[in-house]
């Protein structure tokens, strides 16, 4: 067997021995190093097709990549076959049935584009170039979540080509238990989802662009934040999403910042956010923009891509003052090569909240919020690694679970963590579509 013989293979190859292979192996996160064997950007399904069969034939393992965003360095790999899907990003928007056909390489920043071109928001992510279908097959959170409900909530039907490289079609008529699976149970676990048709949300003119700030802080205002957020989260008007964050830069020292977007005017949200302006040295921005302005300002954060470690967590419950001032106290020193260490908390609840926990995959819908504690570092991987380690005991202890699209590789338990009591009937799910496990990466859900 010619492992090297690439000749089965359609669409755009990539090889050790191309120029551009070590600009095209490197995903988002620099501080995940792999060496695939090959990178297949597919054009169609019948290069997606080729390549799930080429790995069977050859015993190479595959990794499906969409944006390259997964936090642990899952859709790469040492010596494996990647399907990148960032070349099939077609969206065909159709007015009359309410609906919108994406492709599974679609990124966050060209769904806005095209979208708002109609007049129409979109319950993506926040950063622009995240792909839409690893984002929505994980679940789905984004700064429209509380009103318009996760990614997820809004799929209607999907197109997925199996470990046999048949294409079949899920829907609640058609496969609904893979329906079912699809809908928060991860990428990567049944099979190469190309399509997705989404709900055509309502069009809107204007949203309310939110900017929160407190960069003269220290741990005791942080912690005093938390407890403010929590407070102001149980009962907040569902038509705002917003992420906060707690903070320490290298650059600027400790800090507090909130973002996200309104339905509706800035007048209206003023009195709404009242209470995380309570605290001294605050400053805010509203600006009332388009939906497409929003995201782009949003978007402007996120570098093309940065080295971190993280892990996240589910927040079921207000935490007490002594447990958000241990919190903060995490990140108040930088481990060696840290330029910023964070815990974010991007809020649930509203829509989210609004569907059964076992309605689709996604299963922590009653959580309060999604916490995310990272380090960004320019060297030092070790150390950043055992900082993340080192706080991770304390977060177990006061949280549940973690969120699939957060991933962390060092979780005792992973798919308990990420999918709950749903475990079983996804495996079950996996057996039945890929009773074989084509599909399997670190933390996948096997057989």
Not at 7 to 20: A, F, K, M, Q, V
Not at 39 to 56: G, L, M
Not at 121 to 145: D, E, K, M, N, R
Request: proline content about 5%.
């Amino acid at each position: 067997m010619d492992i090297c013989n690439f000749n089965h293979l359609t669409g755009r190859i990539i090889t050790p021995e191309s120029p551009c292979y070590n600009e095209f192996r490197q995903v988002y996160n620099q501080a995940v190093d792999k060496y695939p064997l090959v990178i297949v950007f597919c054009q169609n399904e019948t290069d997606v097709k080729n390549a799930i069969c080429w790995s069977r034939s050859h015993g190479v393992s595959l990794r499906i990549r969409n944006g390259g965003h997964n936090y642990e360095g899952y859709s790469t790999g040492d010596d494996v076959l990647i399907l990148d899907l960032s070349e099939m990003n077609h969206i065909d928007i159709d007015e009359v049935s309410h609906r919108v056909t994406v492709q599974a390489g679609v990124t966050n920043g060209q769904m806005y584009e095209l979208m708002y071109s109609r007049g129409y928001p979109f319950p993506g992510g926040t950063c622009p170039t995240v792909g839409i279908g690893g984002y929505a097959l994980g679940g789905g959170w984004g700064l429209s979540s509380r009103y318009l409900g996760l990614g997820c909530d809004n799929l209607i039907e999907l197109s997925m080509v199996n470990s046999e490289g048949m294409t079949i079609t899920a829907s609640q008529f058609e496969n609904p238990e893979l329906f079912w699976a699809l809908r928060g149970g991860g990428t990567g676990n049944f099979g190469v989802v190309t399509s997705m048709v989404f709900d055509l949300p309502k069009k809107v003119d204007k949203v309310t662009y939110i900017d929160i700030r407190y960069e003269d802080t220290d741990q005791e205002k942080q912690s005093i934040f938390i407890q403010l957020w929590q407070e102001w989260l149980a009962d907040a008007d569902p038509r705002i999403t917003l992420v906060s964050r707690v903070f320490h830069s290298r650059q600027s020292g400790p800090g507090i910042i909130a973002r996200g977007i309104f339905y509706g005017t800035p007048e209206s949200v003023l009195g709404i956010i009242a209470p995380l302006l309570r605290l001294g040295g605050v400053k805010y921005n509203l600006r009332y923009l388009t939906f497409l302005e929003t995201t782009r300002l949003i978007g402007e954060f996120y570098p093309p891509s940065e080295a971190f470690q993280s892990v996240s967590r589910f927040a079921m419950r207000d935490l007490q003052p002594c447990e958000c001032w241990n919190l903060t106290g995490m990140i108040q020193e930088l481990p060696s090569g840290s330029t910023y260490t964070g815990l974010s908390f991007y809020a649930l609840g509203g829509a989210v909240s609004r569907i059964s926990p076992d309605a689709t995959a996604f299963y922590y819908r009653n959580a309060r919020y999604i916490l995310w504690l990272n380090t960004i570092f320019e060297c030092c991987l070790q150390n950043n690694a055992s900082f993340i380690a080192d706080r991770f005991c304390y977060l177990q202890s006061i949280t549940q679970g973690s969120y699939v699209n957060f991933p962390y590789q060092c979780l005792p338990c992973c798919l308990e963590e990420y999918y709950g009591n749903h475990v079983c009937r996804l495996k079950e799910i996996k057996r039945c579509y890929d009773p074989c496990n084509v599909f399997s990466f670190p933390q996948g859900l096997g057989l």
